[in-house]
């Protein structure tokens, strides 16, 4: 498990940088989890939205127990 995790770090690094210029979008009704983690949509600057990236990758995993208005595209991608 925690070598997923480095390569995880790896490949996001790889697509977004430290510095890298990025914007965040939040829903009003889902900021956190329950680890008080924030919960968004992360865009880079050229447009492509980096929890899309990460899922179609395999590194991330859109899970049910917080809603979202993207979840059924997450969960189509992974």
Request: negative net charge; charged residues 25%; aromatic residues 14%.
């Amino acid at each position: 498990m925690i070598e997923l995790g480095r390569m995880s770090l790896k490949y996001l690094i790889s697509i977004a940088p430290p510095k890298t210029k990025a914007y965040i979008i939040t829903e009003d009704d889902n900021l956190f989890d329950a680890y008080g983690r924030t919960l968004a949509y992360v865009y880079l600057e050229d447009g492509s939205c980096l929890n899309e990236k990460m899922i179609t990758a395999g590194y991330a995993k859109p899970f049910n127990d917080y809603y979202c208005e993207e979840l059924g595209k997450y969960q189509a991608l992974s």
